[in-house]
């Protein structure tokens, strides 16, 4: 049986019991109670159809193709390549986001994936199939993102990192048959034009203008600590 489950944000998943008896779970991203009872409907079925060996209604059938990433990553089906092509990008991304949400990673970190998504959507659209991206369009990607887009270069290894890893997961789930942004490279490097030596003269007029002590405190751990901020603060107490 599957049942609907409502996270804090609001977005449903739907947790069920597969024929082996493990329990998974199905993320839908944020959608209507009415729309997840009909995803609900449609998992019951087919745990019915796979339990008695027989094929998917037709209505069904085309709802898996809308569906394949979720439905392949947590084993309802099983797909060959000739078919891999038919999830779309933004429906693949909403579905490797939403287990970050849903275990309430970093803010940074959601920010980020969030952000890289909006750059491979707004470059090769909603309805993209990811199966037929290349590594060519890879390299457009990147291109697109430092030209026309006039992203710092960090800020682009960052996003073609994300995308790096979100096609790795496609990969692995056997969605595509090799990973387009294998071979870009991706790394953070640091930046030598941002650099500036901070001097105590500087801090003192920092400290002299921070409200209280809790400022004072951060202040001395990023200036004297060497504590990046916030990435290296925000755990601690």
């Known amino acids: 049986m599957a049942s609907i489950s409502t996270a804090a944000d ?40 796979q339990a008695n060996a027989s094929q998917p209604p037709d209505a069904i059938q085309r709802w898996l193709t809308a569906l394949l990433a979720k439905l392949q990553a947590v084993g309802l ?19 490797w986001i939403q287990p970050y949400r849903d275990r309430q990673a970093e803010k940074w970190t959601i920010t980020n994936l969030v952000r890289a998504k909006a750059y491979l959507i707004g470059f090769f ?5 990811i199966g037929s991206i290349s590594a060519g369009d890879a390299d457009k990607l990147w291109n697109w993102l430092i030209g026309p887009r006039k992203l710092a270069l960090n ?53 002299a203008a921070c409200p209280n002590a809790s400022w004072w405190l951060l202040v001395a751990l990023a200036r004297y600590g060497g504590l990046q901020i916030p990435s290296e603060i925000v755990g601690m107490t």
């Not at 089906?77 to 579905?95: P, Q, V």
């Not at 659209?125 to 199939?129: F, I, M, P, V």
């Not at 960052?158 to 979100?166: H, L, V």
């Not at 056997?174 to 490279?185: G, H, R, T, V, Y």
Request: charged content about 25%.
């Open 10 to 49: 609001g977005s449903r998943r739907i947790p069920f019991t597969a024929n082996d008896g493990t329990r998974k779970t199905l993320y839908l991203g944020i959608r209507s109670l009415r729309a997840a009872q009909a995803v609900q409907r449609h998992i019951e079925a087919l745990l019915s159809a």
């Open 77 to 95: 089906i099983r797909c060959d390549k000739a078919h891999a092509t038919s999830t779309t990008l933004a429906g693949f991304l909403d579905a």
């Open 125 to 129: 659209g909603l309805a993209r199939e």
């Open 155 to 207: 800020t682009a290894r960052r996003a073609c990192g994300c995308a790096k890893q979100a096609f790795k997961t496609a990969m692995r789930s056997k969605i595509i048959p090799e990973n387009p942004f294998a071979d870009l490279k991706c790394a953070v490097m640091p930046n030598s034009k941002r650099l500036v030596f901070v001097s105590r003269a500087e801090i003192d007029q920092v400290f």
